[in-house]
């Protein structure tokens, strides 16, 4: 990879020198590779058939998705010069690497490309229902509901980005390729649904009651010009709620301070909430949140992001090489590289492309594969579920990763606990918790005093990579900004994960993954066409860790070139609008404003959730082709009519093909309409209660639960990093962490005993929560 400068001396291609072969259509691999041609790789993309969407809406999600790629009708010997090919189907991987040793082989599919499941029909709205998302988002006296905005397709095209960079850097070591096999069902089980099955573990399995269809409360609430999200994932920022809306007295019912509690009461909060909202401008309530520092944001659509102060400020947006409308930038900036300038979309498949086979080599040195993070040492200083991913996937993919907390303030998704605290170490039964920080070594080190400065800064030399994603303010508050680190160790590399940035306006509001779904516009796509906007619930935080994945693993192969760290910024919610970007670039080539439409979708007609036999079942079904939509009515019974043969008149008769389809599965049984609908070729899932997807045979087949052996909480089984490769058997090499665990072994290497038992005595480590 020769450098390539841009004139002031920052490097523009990273990935200058790697070649992607693209056999992919639609979202999740088109931007895969998009992530690799942003980076500066050399993208080619094959079109034996055109990709459809070319000739979606505007077609300029197929620009914005395609920009800077070039395509090819015939992919003639190409996968024999390529360092990495990305199919949408299974693939002869043997045949490929026996040609090309060292090619990774990356295949993305819905169900993966083992498992009884593999091969069979699935849109991602019926992904949805199988991975337990829709399943759990809605009210009772409402059918399930999907997300909209075909968010999982864009996940699984970051994981799999994210894990082509690790595989590149063990390629650049032993020449050994790899099979990456990423699952769309894999994928959106770790990132739509909020590990579900590890709570119902941590509590014995108990009965379930009710649906299971909640929505948070607070959440998307009406202002007097339109809407405005709150977060309450902590008691302070509920009681600090309270307190802004001018409801003090609630604060000692002690019902609405537990989550279950408050929304059975919902209707009766909400009135007391929108009393208070609905008298004030969406601008009005949202200052008054910043003040108490309560996560909050606007609910943006495709026609308001664009002009949102933070993004403006900071330039987030940039006009496409076509001219034709804006689109975000990479959510991240590397110090030193550059980031590239908009480029075109292919046009019509070229001849060639002028690659030469690459010269025949075997492992570098002899070196066997190993994994590709092995001998980094990654310092892990963030909290919550969107941090602790990223460093989670490191660990995963090999790197010694040490989880920094404090005893007087550790990771508080500890306190989403499913024991009292008046149990003996409540904290430790954290199920989302356990679930991203498994195969990480834990210490605690105060920073808020100077000598847990002293020791951690001993420890940063030992670092390769700095991980931390509280409000910009606290690295600098602990005196370890950029100048400080880099000072400390020229070759670590900082990765900051700020919410909002590290400038403009809205740096220093906190934010979870509920603001960035409002802010980003995924919300305003999710729920019924005649209903508020609804939260997505989850999906930003994982999409935010994983570009971090992205950014590191560049920044690291940055590095590995010239010995010099950087710091890395890597943004939260921009990570959100790369992955909500249609809307605005269909609305700034001339397409319509795009609205939430309940269940159904641009993709499929009809698609929705049906009722079935027993109580709340339901099936998701979605009639992707006229192909699937004759196979239905043969299934059903149903004489096909000439009307409904093609998309169009299906989605004129929407409401009328609902009607008798419901009376048919309304007398059936969801699994058996799953099957037999699924056996004929068409996409249909059972919607399951999200914490029932441990259960799930092709998730199971695929090893996609993994046994924790935890010397508190016990034996569980936790979902586990979600993507294949051929040589590995099990991601979780040790168990989540209990708080100051490894502060012997960890400290023990930059401070000798004595020292470590006066910061023991002196409360700057530990292994108990302070107080208790």
Wanted: net charge negative; aromatic share 6%.
């Amino acid at each position: 990879m020769g450098p390539d400068d841009d004139g002031r001396g920052n490097r523009v291609r990273i990935l200058g020198g790697i070649r992607v072969l693209d056999r992919t259509a639609g979202i999740a691999g088109s931007y895969c590779t998009k992530v690799l041609a942003d980076a500066g790789a050399d993208v080619v993309k094959v079109e034996a058939v055109p990709d459809h969407l070319r000739s979606w809406g505007t077609g300029a999600l197929f620009e914005y998705l395609n920009a800077g790629k070039r395509s090819v009708a015939d992919e003639q010997d190409l996968a024999a010069a390529a360092d990495v090919l990305v199919a949408g189907e299974a693939v002869d991987v043997d045949g490929l690497r026996e040609a090309n040793p060292s090619l990774v082989v990356v295949t993305i599919t819905p169900f993966g490309v083992t498992g009884p499941w593999a091969g069979r029909p699935a849109t991602e709205f019926t992904l949805q229902a199988w991975c337990g998302s829709t399943g759990q988002r809605g009210v009772p006296e409402q059918p399930p509901l999907a997300a909209g905005g075909r968010i999982g397709e864009w996940v699984a095209g970051t994981y799999a980005a994210a894990t082509i960079l690790a595989a590149l850097r063990e390629v650049a070591r032993s020449g050994c390729g790899e099979h990456i096999d990423v699952a769309m069902l894999d994928c959106m089980t770790v990132t739509m649904a909020t590990f579900p099955s590890v709570f119902a573990s941590f509590l014995g399995w108990p009965p379930m009651t009710g649906t299971g269809r909640t929505v948070e409360v607070p959440s998307i609430e009406p202002t007097a010009d339109g809407y405005a999200v709150f977060t309450t994932n902590s008691a302070q920022q509920f009681h600090d709620f309270l307190v802004m809306i001018g409801r003090a007295d609630l604060l000692d019912d002690t019902q609405l301070a537990r989550v279950a509690p408050r929304f059975k009461r919902r209707h009766e909060f909400l009135a007391t909430v929108h009393d208070y909202t609905t008298k004030r401008t969406s601008a009005e309530v949202l200052e008054d949140a910043a003040v108490l520092r309560i996560p909050s944001g606007p609910v943006l659509d495709g026609s308001t992001v664009t002009a949102f102060e933070q993004f403006a400020e900071r330039g987030v947006f940039q006009t496409a090489a076509s001219g034709r409308f804006v689109q975000p930038r990479p959510p991240y900036r590397i110090g030193g590289v550059a980031a590239p300038p908009p480029r075109e979309a292919p046009g019509r498949p070229s001849g060639s492309v002028g690659w030469q086979p690459r010269p025949a080599s075997g492992p570098a040195g002899g070196a066997g594969w190993q994994l590709p993070l092995l001998g980094v040492r990654v310092i892990d200083c963030t909290a919550w579920w969107a941090g602790p991913v990223a460093p989670h996937a490191l660990a995963c993919l090999g790197a010694d990763v040490i989880k920094v907390e404090s005893v007087t303030r550790p990771d508080l998704m500890r306190y989403s606990a499913t024991k009292a605290p008046t149990e003996e170490r409540w904290w430790e039964w954290g199920p989302i918790f356990h679930a991203v920080n498994a195969g990480k070594r834990g210490i605690t080190v105060d920073l808020t005093r100077p000598e847990g400065v002293a020791v951690f800064e001993r420890l940063l030399a030992t670092a390769d990579v700095l991980l931390e994603n509280y409000t910009p303010r606290v690295m600098e508050q602990f005196g370890l900004g950029w100048e400080r680190v880099h000072a400390l160790n020229p070759a670590t590399v900082m990765v900051r994960m700020p919410a909002f940035g590290l400038d403009g306006p809205w740096r220093e509001r906190t934010g979870f993954a509920q603001t960035m779904e409002s802010v980003a516009g995924m919300a305003w796509l999710t729920g019924f066409a005649d209903g508020p906007p609804v939260l997505v619930r989850g999906a930003c935080d994982p999409l935010a860790g994983m570009h971090a994945v992205v950014a590191t693993l560049l920044a690291l192969a940055e590095r590995d070139r010239d010995g010099q760290g950087r710091l890395v910024e890597s943004v939260m919610v921009e990570a959100a609008l790369n992955v909500a970007a249609e809307q605005v670039v269909d609305l700034g080539a001339g397409g319509p404003l795009q609205r939430r439409e309940g269940n159904r979708g641009p993709v499929a007609a009809p698609q929705g959730v049906y009722r079935c036999a027993g109580e709340d079942r339901w099936v998701a079904v979605a009639v992707a082709s006229d192909e699937q939509w004759s196979r239905l009515c043969e299934v059903a019974g149903r004489e096909p009519d000439p009307a409904l043969g093609s998309a169009a008149g299906r989605r004129a008769e929407h409401d009328r093909i609902d009607e008798w389809l419901t009376a048919w599965t309304s007398a059936r049984e969801a699994g058996e309409v799953a099957e037999r609908l699924a056996g004929a070729g068409v996409p249909a899932a059972v919607v399951v209660p999200a914490r029932d997807v441990v259960h799930n045979p092709q998730l199971r087949s695929r090893g996609m639960f993994e046994e924790e052996d935890h010397p508190v909480t016990g034996r569980h089984e936790l979902p586990t990093f979600p993507v294949r490769f051929s040589r590995v058997e099990r991601w979780h090499r040790r168990p989540s962490p209990t708080l100051g665990q490894h502060n012997q072994e960890v400290l023990g290497e930059v401070a000798g005993a004595a020292e470590i038992a006066g910061l023991e005595a002196a409360g700057v480590v530990g292994d108990r929560v302070s107080g208790t």
